[in-house]
């Protein structure tokens, strides 16, 4: 029999960790879950807690089950909310697995189901998130022939943007280093390798700061070419027809970092 009593599970925050989360659920009847973990919530500080151990055996069979039940585009749409790093989107994640785990019919489509609409939302704002930082970022070349580019995305999108700049950019060595989440994707002409960088060797190869700057040597075509697309930009645009709230509306401003011509 299923215990209806609150179950409060931490867990590690991969996703490894919480398809654990799912089969410690089934395993022990107990689906009445709040789920918390280390940085994205500080509730098990105060509440008695069940630690659930990543096993990656275990994240396996369940993924596979997942694969029985539903579409490829749904879990599709459940590794993008996963990414967008939110408990609130876990905590869905969680019961949309209990759901379709515990009824006959595919139920990706049942909207009506908080958690399934949930997941579609999450996973709305994520993909919007990764199409932007694939339009809006942009490299700097060093003297050493690598191109640099700083991120700060709302949602944890390298892993998802990693295909289009190695088709796009397959003849350039190039780092895409994401600040906030303190790890970046380096390309080295054949394979792409996920680097983190201690606060010393982020110091000694990049000033973090409002736009992208780098503290080594640029490439001497660079900063001309930075500077020639401001001159452009300047002179193209007609400030007497200038519609900000219009700009802002399709480039918001948090991503103006990224853009030449919004730095000095």
């Known amino acids: 029999m299923?215990?209806?009593?609150?179950?409060?599970?931490?867990f590690d925050g991969s996703m490894s960790g919480l398809l654990c989360c799912v089969f410690r659920a089934f395993q022990f009847k107990q689906f009445y879950v709040e789920l918390c973990h280390q940085g994205l919530s500080q509730s098990h500080l105060f509440e008695d807690f069940i630690d659930v151990p990543s096993d990656e055996?275990?994240?396996?069979?369940?993924?596979d089950a997942l694969k029985q039940k539903v579409s490829a585009s749904a879990l599709r749409q459940l590794y993008f909310a996963y990414l967008s790093e939110s408990i609130d989107a876990h905590q869905h994640l969680f019961h949309y697995c209990i759901y379709v785990f515990r009824q006959q019919s595919q139920v990706e489509k049942d909207y009506s189901h908080?958690?399934?609409?949930?997941?579609?939302?999450?996973?709305?704002?994520?993909?919007?998130?990764k199409h932007r930082m694939e339009a809006f970022v942009r490299f700097?070349?060093?003297?050493e022939g690598l191109f640099l580019s700083l991120i700060q995305p709302d949602f944890n999108v390298l892993p998802l943007i990693q295909p289009h700049f190695k088709r796009r950019y397959q003849d350039q060595r190039w780092l895409i280093y994401d600040e906030k989440r303190h790890y970046g994707l380096y390309y080295d002409l054949q394979e792409i390798h996920e680097v983190s960088l201690c606060a010393k060797e982020i110091d000694a190869h990049i000033a973090i700061g409002s736009s992208q700057h780098f503290v080594v040597a640029l490439d001497a075509e660079e900063m001309l070419y930075d500077q020639l697309w401001k001159d452009y930009f300047s002179s193209i645009n007609i400030q007497a027809r200038q519609n900000i709230k219009l700009h802002v509306q399709y480039v918001p401003k948090?991503?103006?970092r990224y853009l030449n011509?919004?730095?000095i």
């Not at 055996?57 to 993924?63: E, F, G, I, T």
Request: aromatic share 12%; hydrophobic share 45%; no cysteine.
């Open 114 to 129: 908080p958690s399934v609409l949930a997941i579609a939302q999450w996973a709305k704002k994520v993909g919007r998130e």
């Open 2 to 10: 299923a215990s209806l009593a609150l179950q409060r599970y931490h």
């Open 140 to 143: 700097k070349k060093t003297a």
């Open 261 to 263: 011509e919004k730095t």
């Open 254 to 256: 948090r991503y103006w």
């Open 57 to 63: 055996a275990k994240a396996q069979r369940v993924w």
